[in-house]
């Protein structure tokens, strides 16, 4: 490879693998996108229950980002007290087969990435 086409993956905002993985990919935002794409539509108290070991702070961090890339939709109902629906957008849906290969694949290689990581100990 040439210095030509490496240079695409140096700035965050030239590259969009980069950029749209700084989003999503922490651990937590694929996890919420899975969840929903399971139940379709939360609460946040049910996201909350689901994941579990999330805190609320980092829950409420995460579903604003999701939003903003518009991966999920917040659906505010006024009513006391309000009530606060998530669901996955279309954008969210085109993304879960992709996850999906993902969560595939570390089903299927799991055990021997733990025997290599012990083995690296």
Known sequence: MNEINLEKYVITEDCPVRNVL???GDKWS???ILILGDVETLRFNEI???I???SQ???TVTLKKLEADDLIKRTIYPQIPPKVEYN???RGKSLLPLIQNLV???NENIIEIKHSRE???
Request: aromatic share 8%; proline share 0%; charged share 35%.
């Open 104 to 106: 595939d694949w570390a």
């Open 52 to 54: 579990g070991s999330i």
């Open 30 to 32: 694929t996890l919420i």
């Open 88 to 90: 996955l957008t279309e």
């Open 48 to 50: 909350h229950k689901h």
């Open 119 to 121: 083995r690296k100990q």
């Open 22 to 24: 700084d989003r999503f």
């Open 57 to 59: 702070k980092m829950l």
